[in-house]
């Protein structure tokens, strides 16, 4: 894992995008990841944030690498987010 990036343990769903955010600390900034709840739903199955945020807990670690590339690759959108699919 690179050091320069980590993932404090304070991940939660948020209403107004539908979606699991969790935040990266990139060089000492915040970053916002997330996955919608389409994406969600795609890869966990399920119809409700609680059982999507113990899926994302159970799959932490995993999630945290696929975000770690994509910080790294530049993936934010116009809003500086980082969004998985």
Same mark, same amino acid.
């Given at each position: 894992? $690179?050091? +320069?990036? @980590?993932?404090? &343990?304070?991940?939660?769903w948020?209403? +107004?995008?539908?979606?699991?955010?969790f935040? *990266? @600390?990139? $060089?000492?900034?915040?970053?916002?990841?997330?996955?919608? *709840?389409? +994406?969600?739903? %795609?890869?966990?199955?399920?119809?409700?944030?609680?059982?999507?945020?113990?899926?994302?807990? @159970? %799959?932490?670690? &995993?999630? /945290?690498?696929?975000?770690?590339?994509?910080?790294?690759?530049?993936? /934010?959108? &116009?809003q500086?987010?980082?969004?998985?699919?």
């Amino acid at each position: 894992m $690179n050091q +320069a990036i @980590l993932f404090p &343990d304070r991940e939660e769903w948020d209403d +107004a995008n539908q979606s699991l955010c969790f935040p *990266a @600390l990139v $060089n000492g900034f915040q970053v916002t990841c997330a996955l919608s *709840a389409e +994406a969600l739903a %795609h890869r966990f199955g399920g119809d409700a944030p609680e059982f999507w945020v113990e899926s994302f807990r @159970l %799959h932490r670690w &995993d999630l /945290e690498d696929e975000a770690e590339q994509a910080i790294c690759n530049q993936k /934010e959108d &116009d809003q500086g987010w980082i969004w998985l699919s």
